[in-house]
């Protein structure tokens, strides 16, 4: 079933009309209700309930318990091989809201051989496939990275740019800067800055500096470059808290802009 999903995703080609619609927004945090960070270090998947917890959250509900405990459903931190892999399995048995990020983070289990899985590039490959049907965007970043460097499978650049779209479009922001940057190489400067403006405004942290390159080497006007100063403050309104800012003075490790 899997083999066919794949090949019928990539023998479509991704329109313009729909690689540059408006992406979806992150989603917020189901214990502060501020949008989650764009950045990987600003946000962990729970292996126990499949929510999504900034790490503003995370950090608190350790200082209030002092103990490692899930804020949303006190699931405990069970360290262990196995325990996490178990967790992501139930998870996806269950078919709750979590089965997306369960499914993409038991394919990371799978690609590097951990949480006491062996490594299997088929198996990653086919719960990333799933869990980007399923909304996913990070599991088809990772599927443009198999396929980029032949990770498992041939490689093949045409396939890993059809995922690296797939990803973008369902709003992964790194995915649009990435976009962004094939486009300056290939000399397409006008898609690049289009490119770069979603990008900024989903939150990836390089796509400002790329369209301030633009508008000084006259591919942006002062009009795109203001504009994209303004959607960076909006972005970080969006996100910013006190808890999130002292786990980020904790730890580099979660630092969410
Ligand atoms: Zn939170
Ligand atoms: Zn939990």
């Known amino acids: 079933m899997e083999i066919g999903c794949i090949m019928k995703s990539v023998s479509e080609s991704n329109d313009d009309e729909s690689l540059f619609k408006q992406p979806p927004k992150n ?86 051989g951990s949480s006491g899985l062996p490594q299997n590039h088929a198996k990653a490959i086919e719960l ?47 995915a649009r800067q990435n976009l962004g940057l094939y486009e300056i190489i290939a000399n397409n400067m006008d898609r690049a800055l289009k490119h770069f403006m979603i990008a900024n405004q989903g939150g990836d942290d390089e796509a400002l500096e790329s369209i301030k390159k633009l508008y000084m080497h006259g591919y942006a006007t002062k009009k795109d470059y203001e504009k994209a100063l303004l959607s960076r403050q909006t972005y970080l309104d969006d996100i910013r808290s006190n808890q999130r800012d002292e786990a980020a003075a904790f730890d580099d490790q979660l630092k969410y802009y």
Request: one cysteine or more; a neutral charge.
């Open 128 to 174: 990333w496939n799933r869990a980007g049907e399923l909304g996913n965007t990070t599991a088809y970043y990772n599927l443009n990275i198999t396929y980029q460097h032949g990770r498992g499978v041939p490689m093949d650049k045409k396939k890993a740019k059809h995922y690296m779209e797939l990803a973008a479009m369902g709003g992964d922001a790194m």
């Open 27 to 112: 989603e917020d945090c189901p214990i502060c209700f501020l949008t989650i960070p764009t950045l990987s270090t600003g946000y962990s998947f729970q292996a126990c309930c499949g929510k999504v917890i900034c790490n503003g959250c995370i950090r608190s509900m350790f200082m209030a318990s002092n103990d490692y405990l899930c804020p949303f459903c006190r699931a405990p931190f069970i360290e262990g091989e196995s325990v996490k892999s178990k967790r992501l399995e139930n998870l996806i048995e269950k078919k709750n809201d979590g089965i997306a990020g369960a499914m993409f983070t038991l394919g990371v289990c799978y690609d590097q």
